[in-house]
């Protein structure tokens, strides 16, 4: 013991790497902890110009106010069907995509169709949503050109609650999907050849191959995928959902998130949207140290498979 | 193709042409429908003004090309000033990035530090909160610091990610031990190791760190939007954001009034062009770099 420590004491200089994270420490303690901190207001009747130590405490004032109003089932609602929209259409497709893309024999070929794929990815939020409204438009959007030569009537797909979900996934996917596919793609790179080698040798149809070879050899990927998803279920792109949203469909597409924006950054309500973002952190810890427990049971647990 | 195989039938050699002919359409339908978006906002960029209103733009540029778009956004100073704004934020943000990584991610992979897992755990405990439930506090720190309207703010407000953080100290944890302690029985500093040694064999995971806090500077608008009031400070994002989606939202509610400027609608096409021709030129140059950095977290998660 006491021979570990001075061996340490030789090869670790305490004092030098603790210089070197003071500016760490620091960025963290000012934009991570001292915001953790400042959850309290939620409690307060908080007002900018009495700070923290001179607001008066209301107690969970606040969350009563959130949980029996209107909005709360609302936007418990719309973040719920969204994640789900996205849960059920959204972690299917990057699993098909890298499925196709791990079928192609052709290199440069793969390579350019997963270059393309990517692409959206790396686009901003910004210009994705203005791209979508572009397209969506009633008058100059090009999915109505195509409706009306084909006789049918404009939609005012932004005007319509109806459609904000199912807009959102979509555009989701094709945003997203190539990106998530990546790490499929590295599974699916993972698989012994000769175990392809064998199947072809018994006769197996590459249609055989992928249900006895390519599917079996990625499941667990996907189960523990599937898990870190439903973690983040509640997590929706908030950056996202506020481009889209407008104030005449706010009926569907408000969420959690932007609830918190609308009341506390628009309005100026600081200690309601704490306390709203504070309800959302809680569930959301709960789901993702839940999953994360499990995934990391089932990693574990290889003889599962 | 197809490897010779004495075992092989006439009818799965059939199946496996017919599959390979399906996986080949599904992918090709699949990026059309990933390029076609970019592919329509490119032709209207271009396309004459009037075709434009009329919706008559579905593919190609439609009648004589035009760059009246593109004229107006040139002499459009808010849009320059934004691009040169985004540029200075991309460098120095993300050069800022990059040193709070390094300096934390060296100190957590050093496993004889006395400060070792307490550093470890105070950045990881971050990544569990959600943004949602600092936004609130968060605005208000960085009110309270007197930092709103200032550049620093969205130089140092973001500085670093927990998740990089440990994406490259578990970078660092897998060179050799004893380099660090024949460099340390030499006589040299935490800071010499760090500077002469670590970073130099790290430079293709930096790169690909660097891209990915790169492209989040680059794309990044929201806390632009609400730290910055003076708007000769907004990034190109959030000029984008004023002139594409808060117009088109005020152009559907009044469709009916037909009262759209004719070359408004151009001008959106084009400016969206502009901001994705940076990241769509080098992007397939340094994609390597992203698909790597995707699957390092895997391994060790």
């Given amino acids: 013991m006491a021979k570990q420590k001075i061996k340490n004491k030789s090869l670790v200089n305490h004092r030098e790497l603790w210089i070197m994270l003071i500016p760490v420490l620091v960025y963290f303690i000012l934009f991570k902890y001292l915001p953790m901190g400042g959850v309290v207001i ?4 908080y007002s900018p110009f009495k700070g923290i130590s001179g607001s008066p405490w209301v107690g969970l004032e606040y969350f009563r106010q959130f949980f029996t109003s209107i909005y709360f089932w609302r936007v418990l609602r719309n973040t719920l069907m969204i994640g789900l929209y996205d849960l059920v259409f959204g972690f299917p497709a990057p699993i098909i995509l890298a499925l196709l893309l791990n079928g192609l024999r052709q290199k440069t070929f793969k390579k350019v169709t997963q270059t393309v794929t990517l692409l959206p990815h790396f686009v901003s939020y910004v210009v994705v949503a203005g791209i979508a409204l572009n397209m ?3 008058s100059t959007g090009v ?4 409706r009306v030569k084909m006789g049918l009537e404009s939609i005012y797909f932004m005007q319509e609650s109806k459609y904000f979900w199912g807009i959102f996934t979509i555009i989701r996917i094709i945003k997203e999907s190539g990106f998530a596919a990546i790490i499929y793609l590295a599974a699916l790179a993972g698989i012994d050849p000769t175990l392809y080698e064998a199947a072809h040798c018994d006769g197996a149809s590459r249609p055989q191959q992928l249900r006895h ?13 599937f898990i870190i998803k439903v973690g983040k279920i509640i997590s929706i792109s908030f950056e996202q959902v506020l481009l889209l949203q407008n104030d005449v469909i706010l009926d569907t597409s408000e969420v959690i998130s932007t609830l918190v924006y609308r009341r506390g950054l628009v309005n100026a309500d600081y200690s309601y949207a704490t306390a709203v973002g504070l309800f959302e952190t809680f569930v959301a810890l709960v789901l993702v140290l839940g999953s994360n427990a499990l995934a990391r049971r089932m990693k574990s647990d290889s003889s599962l498979w | 193709m197809t490897r010779p195989s004495g075992r092989n039938t006439k009818s799965v050699l059939k199946l496996d042409h017919l599959w390979t002919a399906l996986i080949l359409i599904l992918i090709i339908t699949v990026c059309i429908i990933m390029l076609y978006p970019f592919l329509i906002t490119l032709s209207a960029s271009v396309s004459d003004p009037d075709s434009v209103i009329r919706n008559q733009v579905t593919f190609f540029p439609k009648g004589p090309l035009s760059f009246e778009g593109y004229r107006v956004l040139f002499n459009n100073e808010r849009i320059w ?18 040193a709070l990584t390094v300096l934390a991610a060296y100190p957590m992979s050093r496993s004889g530090f006395n400060g070792y897992r307490f550093i470890n755990i105070f950045v990881a405990l971050t990544m569990f909160i959600s943004a949602t439930g600092m936004m609130i506090p968060l605005y208000l ?8 309207d200032t550049r620093l703010a969205i130089l140092i407000v973001f500085g670093a990610f927990p998740y990089y953080i440990i994406l490259l100290r578990s970078f660092f944890q897998q060179m050799p031990e ?4 024949a460099a340390r029985l030499d006589g040299a500093s935490e800071f010499t190791i760090l500077l002469k040694i670590v970073l130099p064999l790290s430079g293709a995971a930096l790169a690909t760190i660097g891209l990915y806090y790169g492209i989040n500077r680059w794309n990044g608008y929201f806390w632009a939007m609400i730290f910055l009031r003076d708007g000769s400070k907004h990034p190109l994002q959030v000029v984008l954001r004023e002139l594409i989606v808060l117009a088109q939202m005020g152009e559907e509610i009044d469709a009916s009034l037909n009262r759209s400027n004719t ?3 151009v001008i959106k096409y084009g400016a969206i062009v502009l901001a994705t021709l940076p990241i769509a030129v080098i992007y397939p140059f340094i994609q390597k770099y992203f698909v790597k950095g995707a699957t390092l977290g895997s391994v060790k998660g």
């Fill in chain 1, 143 to 146: 999915i109505n050109a195509f």
């Fill in chain 1, 213 to 225: 070879v390519t599917l079996p050899s990625i499941i667990p990927t996907i189960v523990i995928m």
């Fill in chain 1, 136 to 138: 969506l438009s009633p």
């Fill in chain 2, 141 to 148: 720190v960085v009110r309270g610091l007197k930092l709103l």
């Fill in chain 2, 81 to 98: 000033r934004g691009y040169a704004n985004t540029i200075f934020y991309t460098i120095a943000g993300t050069m800022v990035n990059l």
């Fill in chain 1, 42 to 45: 939620a409690l307060q009747r």
């Fill in chain 2, 178 to 181: 004893q380099m660090f302690e």
């Fill in chain 2, 263 to 265: 070359n408004a609608e």
